[in-house]
């Protein structure tokens, strides 16, 4: 794309465009050069919109937990911004989209913008691309932005890296909270929220979540546990204070800056790392083949070939 | 750990001591100088032992087809390495260990070796972890390699990186072979086993998965679909000599030649980009923080903070 295109867009984008920010999203998920630019001539524009990241394992109800918390921020008249990450879609947009369909009269409204991120094959680089994204979406003027994804075994998005508050949903449904468990989710949730709060089992569920967290070593925050039905806008209110209350104690410890310098030093590393090799690769790409021969031969070993190659570099940076 | 202790641990692991294999595998999980050291020593040992690999979904008798397996080449006299890798259990051999506690009478078999990674945590470096255990335990003297793992939606290792041929396994459960294909499994599959024939569906689902691959572009291979009662020992042999046919055409075409060349440079760049970032990080790995603060605080972005950071590397390297 050339500059003078790219400088269109954001003129767009800056205007309001909804379709030049969808086009700067897909800049920006594609990563390299282009990716950079955008990002650097969006940074300026961010503030310290509250970033909301809503987890679990599938089924919980997340998809409904989010539309509700939209529908909630839109009577207030705020701007919403959400990405929906869908590590096990293997189709762009594919589940997701789905879950999407249920949340039509919101796409229609121009205060909220949903972004869907399937992501396979894009390993790693996730929670970076995920977090730029929704710089996008800040710079785009979204108040509020919202992080949805599935947390499934090894979610390979920590969803902790790229939300200021995390909140673990649950349903009552056997099975559930050792999926979280399993998953790592509880010791990442700010909030633990038991959806589908009129099902079998629920006061249950709360009380064993509430005993589980008894026994963990005291800190500045106490996690609440609460209950919704977002299918029927139940208790969302509830959540939302919640949220606030997480915010504002983040706030006054500065627990919260602290948390964002140690996502903007993840993500500077990881910028970092890809840079140098960039670098590294401009000198020797080309001769790992060569060497991946001699590998396989038997006569070096990776180990040997990576030293000799880092000795490459390095000489040839001199 | 001392040199001497490592010279010790490896003498033992020459002289076919398990407890001392135990403990290279654990020192070449753990990574670093250390691990260099082991694999540097074990690389010459190296020969051409098949590697297999057994992904598909849960529940469709992963563990069982593998022991089945196992035992099929104990029969020919064949010394057999196992590698089970759990990438949804966060306990170091929960769920896997679990599975193996019907592989009772194998591990007392001192013809086999198996080894169980739970991989919570480590994410973005588990096919290498997994190539190079399988590494020590060819240099133990095993002589077919099985890598097992559970093929959910984002598999973070995939299989066809560190194996000569893929076997997906499904079950004629419904949903198995469409998980399978949202995950990508299909793909990769060099042979496709349906496991627990003896159930209502076999039948329709092997004709369902041979339409399907009719529908693919012509290759060299063409991808058998079989049957198997893996709990019951049935058509195991016609699975094995499905392996074997694999291998052969892979030899044949140089195929083979091609995969472990592949991976031999899949190995060189990732232990490369860490060793760049190991040289990297000793220059400005503690200036990162202050960046990352000018970075919270608005005044820079990642991205000038990542180029200045490597115009810092470059320059010292000089």
Redesign the interface.
């Known amino acids: 794309m050339p500059d003078t295109a790219l400088d269109r867009i954001l003129a767009d984008f800056l205007a309001g465009d909804r379709r030049a920010a969808s086009r700067l999203i897909s800049v920006v998920e594609a990563g390299g050069p282009e990716a950079?630019a955008v990002?650097?001539r969006l940074?300026?524009r961010?503030g310290d919109a509250p970033r909301l990241g809503i987890t679990g394992p599938p089924g919980v109800g997340k998809s409904t937990l989010v539309d509700a918390l939209v529908r909630h921020h839109r009577r207030q008249e705020r701007r919403v911004g959400v990405v929906a990450v869908d590590?096990?879609?293997?189709f762009t947009g594919?589940a997701v989209l789905g879950d999407r369909v249920r949340m039509g009269d919101l796409t229609l409204d121009p205060g909220v913008f949903i972004r869907s991120m399937a992501?396979?094959g894009s390993?790693?680089g996730l929670a970076r691309t995920t977090k730029e994204v929704v710089d996008v979406l800040e710079a785009f003027g979204q108040q509020v932005l919202m992080i949805e994804t599935v947390g499934?075994?090894?979610t390979?998005m920590d969803v902790a890296q790229v939300a200021d508050t995390v909140v673990v949903a649950l349903s009552p449904e056997s099975g559930d909270a050792i999926q979280a468990?399993?998953?790592?989710l509880m010791e990442a949730a700010d909030i633990l929220v038991v959806n589908k709060a009129d099902r079998p089992g629920a006061d249950q569920m709360v009380r064993n979540l509430r005993a589980d967290l008894a026994m963990r070593p005291q800190s500045d925050w106490t996690v609440p546990v609460l209950t919704t039905v977002a299918s029927r806008d139940e208790k969302l209110d509830a959540l939302a204070a919640a949220v606030d209350a997480h915010r504002e104690q983040q706030q006054a410890t500065g627990a919260l800056?602290g948390r964002?310098?140690?996502r903007?030093?993840a993500?500077?590393?990881a910028?970092?790392?890809d840079?140098?090799?960039q670098?590294?690769h401009a000198h020797?790409g080309e001769r790992?083949?060569d060497?991946?021969?001699r590998?396989?031969a038997?006569t070096e070993?990776?180990?040997?070939?990576?030293?000799s190659?880092?000795a490459t570099?390095?000489e040839e940076?001199?």
Do not use: N
Not at 181 to 184: D, F, I, L, R, S
Not at 301 to 307: D, M, V
């Open positions: 950079e990002l650097h940074y300026p961010l590590p096990t879609s293997p594919g992501t396979r390993l790693g499934v075994g090894q390979e468990m399993k998953a790592g800056a964002r310098q140690a903007a030093a993500e500077i590393t910028i970092l790392r840079r140098l090799w670098h590294g020797v790992i083949g060497w991946a021969a590998v396989s038997g070993t990776p180990y040997t070939a990576a030293r190659l880092l570099i390095l940076t001199r």
